[in-house]
């Protein structure tokens, strides 16, 4: 079974500062990656995707992430945040072979980001 | 607009209580999905169903149950057996187009439910 790990638990930024947030995942098949965000008092919606073709994805609000296959990860990065990034960010993996059921959080990294 | 609908926002149990949270989505998704989210520990599937009248255990399936009667709607019943039921609760769909996994998991508000 695929695990996710998010090795950052909370960060914490000043505004304008470049953001990376880590995204590990155990699975040596194929897999369909996400990061979703859900900002306080809202629901959770998704960031950008990847599951096939160029390995960096863009997102929105100036999100992109990068598939690297040889390390199992899919990073979250911006290169300025700004006070409304503030949230939670959820990395997600599925596989192919086990359809969308299968979708497997990581625990979460709380973002919050100074003034 | 079309989207997910969990109702209550907030909801109090008593010991020994079931209790059932409404989710119903506009979206005409085939797949429904039941989540738990607790502190720390991300989002964790309880039960999902890919089509009306069937469904299947996620990785934390004790205590709960579900229905799926209708395309829209897919309740989950937190019942006396769940001995931890504190946490907020989830609920999303999919298009679910079989092997195409690809395709996003849209989420509802969530219910926070919390024990007397």
């Known amino acids: 079974a695929q695990s996710v790990s998010q090795h950052n638990h909370h960060v914490i930024l000043s505004e304008a500062a470049s953001l990376e947030l880590g995204c590990n995942y155990s699975y040596g098949g194929t897999v369909n990656l996400f990061w979703y965000v859900q900002y306080p008092g809202q629901h959770l919606q998704l960031l950008l995707k990847y599951f096939s073709g160029d390995p960096l994805v863009k997102g929105i609000k100036g999100f992109e992430a990068e598939f690297i296959k040889s390390k199992f990860s899919f990073n979250l990065r911006k290169p300025s945040v700004q006070w409304s990034d503030t949230a939670e960010y959820f990395c997600?993996?599925?596989?192919?072979?086990?359809?969308?059921?299968?979708?497997?959080f990581g625990t979460g990294t709380r973002l919050t980001i100074i003034p | 607009d079309g989207g997910i609908t969990q109702s209550p926002k907030y909801l109090f149990r008593k010991e020994g209580q079931n209790v059932t949270l409404s989710c119903e989505q506009n979206?005409?998704?085939?797949?429904m999905y039941w989540y738990r989210q607790d502190p720390g520990q991300g989002l964790r599937l309880i039960y999902y169903s890919q089509i009306v009248n069937d469904f299947q255990k996620g990785d934390i399936a004790e205590g709960y149950s579900v229905s799926r009667e209708k395309k829209e709607s897919f309740p989950l019943t937190v019942t006396s057996a769940q001995k931890n039921p504190t946490a907020f609760y989830l609920c999303a769909s999919s298009i679910d187009l079989g092997s195409n996994s690809n395709q996003p998991q849209h989420f509802g508000d969530g219910t926070r439910l919390s024990i007397l």
């Open positions: 979206l005409n998704h085939d797949a």
């Open positions: 997600a993996v599925n596989t192919p072979n086990f359809g969308n059921e299968k979708l497997t």
